[in-house]
Each structure stands twice: as C-alpha cells, then as structure tokens.
C-alpha cells in the first residue's frame, strides 16, 4: 500500500487531518474577459519596463478617461498617443523622482490635457 494510510503513528493520516487538508471554498470574483486580459497585459508591460505597478494602478483610471475623452471628442488614433506624451512628459519631469513625485506628475499632466480635450482650458 503506498502512501499516507488512514490510523495513528507516523506517515497515517487521521480522518480529521484529512478533513482540513482540503482546499477552503472560496468565492470567487468574475472578471470580465477584457479585464482579466489587460490585467495580465500590464503586468507583463509593468514588469518588462520596470515600472513599479504601485504607479500604474495609482494612475490607470485617469489614463483610461483622457483616452476616453480624446476618443470621443477629438481623434481615436489620437487617444493612445496622448497618453503617451503625456507619459513621455511625467518621466522627463520627474526622472530619478519618487513614486509620489511620478504619479503626481502624471496625474497633473493627465488633468491638464483631459481639460484641454474637454475645451476646458
């Protein structure tokens, strides 16, 4: 007979033992597809570019609205290039900074040109 046996003594597992060896029930959270994939998505990106993900989910929403924004008012292809430049922008401002520093200045750049998208500025 291999393997743990049901008794007492060494390498015998009691029937309680066995009991709390199963896995806890745990709910379970649905994600919608698209989420699950951007999540493993950025943190691919997070990880290949060193980027702490502290900063990305300090400052995805705002990305995600001035996208958004740029989109709808201005030009799709427009959007993704926004959002570069305005990351472009942060880390020449705030090379060697602290996270804090980063993710304020990205969010100060991300207001600035959502305003402008906006025709608020």
């Known amino acids: 007979m291999s393997g743990?046996?049901?008794?007492?003594?060494?390498?015998?597992?009691?029937?309680q033992s066995a009991k709390t060896l199963k896995p806890a029930k745990t709910a379970k959270i649905k994600a919608a597809p698209e989420e699950v994939a951007a999540s493993t998505w950025l943190t691919t990106v997070t990880s290949t570019l060193d980027v702490d993900p502290q900063v990305l989910h300090a400052t995805i929403k705002d990305v995600l609205d001035l996208t958004s924004i740029v989109a709808h008012e201005h030009s799709r292809p427009a959007a993704p290039v926004t959002a570069f430049l305005a990351g472009l922008a942060a880390g020449q401002r705030t090379s060697g900074g602290t996270h804090a520093e980063q993710i304020e200045a990205i969010q100060q750049h991300l207001a600035h040109l959502a305003d402008l998208a906006r025709g608020t500025r």
């Open 4 to 15: 743990a046996q049901e008794g007492t003594g060494p390498g015998r597992k009691t029937a």
